[in-house]
Structures are given as C-alpha cells and as structure tokens.
C-alpha cells in the first residue's frame, strides 16, 4: 500500500486546542492544532464511547473523550492508565503553511 500526502488546511485555518474532524479516504480523523503549533492526527473515534473525539478538550499532548474523560495521548494514540487500548494515529507536517496528512 502506497503512503500520500494529503493536504487538509492552512495552518492559521486551524485553532490552538481545537479539534476538527476530516475524512480521507473513508477514514474519520480528528485534526488538532497542539499550542505549540505542532499538528497532530488521530483516529476520531473512542473505543469505549464511540464518541468523537474531535469534540474532546485538549490539554498538552492529549485529548479527552468528550463523553467518559478517558485520556489520550495525540502523540501515539495510547489511552493513559488505568485504562487501556488506543486509537490509530497518522503522520502529519506542515510546509509552506499547509497542513498535509499521511494516509
């Protein structure tokens, strides 16, 4: 399976600590803009609440389910104890000003 590139926003179209969710290619992926203008991907959807997790607040490096608080990480997906899974993540990088996801 080939990897692409896939632009999804400007960068200044994207709000600190905001989630936005994109579809690529049938995926549903939750976008967020880190305070440090670090862009980060993950899969938009809890595994416990199916809940978007777009919709969840962000503090640092991770985000809450919006339904459960359930903690996860937007770095590698990992749900922090003393709950366990995770959700896919997608590499992400911004040139020029545009944000680009790897699918």
Do not use: H, W
């Given at each position: ?5 896939v632009f999804v926003a400007k960068l ?26 670090r862009v980060k991907a993950i899969e ?60």
């Amino acid at each position: 399976m080939v990897k692409e590139k896939v632009f999804v926003a400007k960068l200044e179209e994207l709000l600190p600590r905001i989630g936005r969710e994109i579809i690529i290619e049938g995926k549903n992926i939750a976008l967020f803009r880190l305070s440090d203008d670090r862009v980060k991907a993950i899969e938009n959807l809890c595994p416990y609440t199916q809940a978007p997790l777009a919709e969840g607040m962000v503090s640092g490096e991770y985000v809450f389910c919006p339904l459960r608080d359930y903690k996860i990480s937007l770095i590698d997906g990992q749900i922090q104890e003393p709950d366990e899974g995770s959700v896919a993540t997608y590499e992400t990088f911004v040139e020029n000003g545009s944000v680009y996801v790897v699918v």
